[in-house]
């Protein structure tokens, strides 16, 4: 179910200056609801000056480490990470929703796989968790790794990399990257982008020999390395991507296509095996907006299309999103939803949360 638990912070750690990963103590009784598949992530929420803020975050730990643990990294006037950068403690309390996300791929033990992720920034954290378990579940598999950040002291994890490195010598590659400070190649002097890939897939990587992609990252990082691996052979289903640090939340909005005037559309919205109705007016608002503000407690986290937290099906009417970069189009032909980004296109919509 997606509802918020309260969860005890057990440990903070200073990662870089503006990073810090949190661990939640998860009580014997909600261990099942915690556990968690490498790459998802987590719904915090709190009060800051009278304001209910949710956020969500990527874990950071492997399932192995039997840990709950996320990176919150601060962002210029980011309410959330500035708060948990600079005053959450040990022993203070958040809402927790049980993790989520689709950013994964099964691990089996007898695998021979080579994987290979790119991360920008904070966008290591679901790639480390991932990288990690993959290192240790399955002994015959390889992990490549370019990382780029802005300097070598706002590299994230980079001494949990490097030991990992010690560890899995035979079978981990990192190649770091950095935007604000000269390697002394320039190959690896700046941001990861397609020119650059072009040289890495011609000397570094063999695209030929990778079975699957993880790209973690702001959106034009994900969308241009996406595109050079496809061009260069490899299955969109092979290349799994998460957007971070995206401004989905402060872009414009794709126009929706629904006529103003007189617009009614009457919403029905299944949860929990509950079904609640309400009349829309605005074709503007989302449905999740307009749910919300009607008295419904739906979940979600980003309101930009984002996270995938708000998902639903529509069972009936016909809706349309302003933007989605969470599902699938196998998803969307199946009828999901982003519900923070849909619009009725009808007067009358079902949508359901518990499919
Ligand atoms: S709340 Fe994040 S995608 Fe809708």
Known sequence: ????????????RQETADCVSVAFAVPQEEAETFQFIQGQYITLRTTISEEEIRRSYSICSSPLDEELRVAIKRVPDGRFSTFANRQLQVGDTLDV?????????????????????????SGITPVFSIMKTILQAEPKSKFTLFYGNQRTESIIFREDIEALKNTFLNRLSVYYLLSQEHTGSDLFSGRIDRDRCQVFFKHLVQLNQIDECFLCGPEEMILGVREELLANG??????HLELFGTNAGKRK???????????????????DGNSFSFTMTNPQESVLDAALRNGADLPFACKGGVCCTCRAKVEEGEAEMAVNYALEPDEVEAGFVLTCQTHPKG?????????
Not at 1 to 12: A, G
């Open 347 to 355: 007067d009358r919509l079902v949508v359901n949360f518990d499919a």
């Open 253 to 271: 909005k794709q126009e929706v296509n629904v006529a103003d005037s007189d617009f009614q559309s009457e919403i029905s919205i299944q949860l």
């Open 1 to 12: 179910m997606r509802q918020f638990y309260p969860l005890k912070v057990k440990d903070i």
């Open 234 to 239: 490899l299955q969109r289903e092979q290349v």
């Open 97 to 121: 929703m049980p993790p989520d996300g689709r950013f994964y791929t099964t691990v089996k033990a007898e695998n021979e796989k080579h994987y290979l992720a790119f991360a920008a920034g």
